[in-house]
C-alpha cells in the first residue's frame, strides 16, 4: 500500500484533476457560484484526503497529523478495523468519519459545558448551536454542502482506490510470477 506521501500527493493530484471537471459542470448550472462551488468541492477534497484519511484507523502519520487533538481518534481506531469496509469503502466511510467527528465536538462541548456548571459558570448550549447551525447551513445551502459531501467523500476515495489499486497489483504480480 502506498504510504502518507504518495496518498498525500494522489490527493493533491487527484483535486487539481478534478476542480476543472467540477468547474465545468457546475458553469452548465450556475455560471455565477462556479468558483464558490469548485473551491468548496476542491477544499474538501484536500482537508478529507490529508486530515480524514482511511488511515485514521491506525497510528500512522495521518494520526499524527492531529497533534494534541490525537486522541480524539482512539475510539475510533478500538472501534473500526483497519481497511474494513467502515474504513475504506467508497462513501460509508467518509460519511462516517464525520459522523464520528460530529459526535466528538457534540461530547467535548457537553463536557466543557458539564465541567463548567460544576464551578457554578453557566455557558450556553454550544452544541444545540452548532447543530442548528449545521442543519441550517445544509437547508439554506444544499448544493454547496453537496459539493462539500462530494468533496470530501472523493478525497477518501483517492486513498481507498490506490490502497485497492495497490493490493490488487501485488496479488496479480504475485500469481504472475508462480
Known amino acids: 500500500m502506498p504510504d502518507a506521501t504518495t496518498h498525500d500527493r494522489i490527493t493533491l493530484i487527484s483535486g487539481i484533476a478534478l476542480a476543472p471537471l467540477v468547474y465545468g459542470g457546475l458553469t452548465v448550472v450556475a455560471a455565477d457560484a462556479a468558483a464558490l462551488g469548485t473551491s468548496l468541492f476542491t477544499i474538501a ?18 494520526h499524527r497529523r492531529w497533534g494534541i487533538l490525537s486522541w480524539i ?15 475504506h469503502s467508497l462513501v460509508v466511510a ?5 459522523i464520528y467527528f460530529y459526535g466528538v465536538l457534540v461530547g467535548a462541548f457537553l463536557g466543557v459545558s458539564w465541567c463548567l456548571a460544576q464551578l457554578g459558570v453557566v455557558v450556553r448550549d454550544y452544541h444545540v448551536i452548532m447543530t442548528r447551525a449545521i442543519i441550517e447551513g445544509i437547508a439554506g445551502n444544499p448544493h454547496q454542502a453537496g459539493l462539500l459531501i462530494g468533496g470530501f467523500i472523493t478525497g477518501n476515495a483517492a486513498h481507498t482506490i490506490a490502497d485497492w489499486a495497490s493490493t490488487t497489483g501485488k496479488r496479480l504480480w504475485r500469481r504472475w510470477q508462480r
Request: charged share 15%.
Open 94 to 98: 467518509p460519511l462516517l468519519k464525520l
Open 45 to 62: 477534497h484536500m482537508v478529507s484526503g490529508v486530515l480524514f484519511s482511511p488511515d485514521l484507523d491506525i497510528d500512522s502519520a495521518i
Open 73 to 87: 481518534w482512539r475510539p475510533y481506531m478500538w472501534i473500526i478495523p483497519h481497511r474494513h469496509f467502515w474504513s
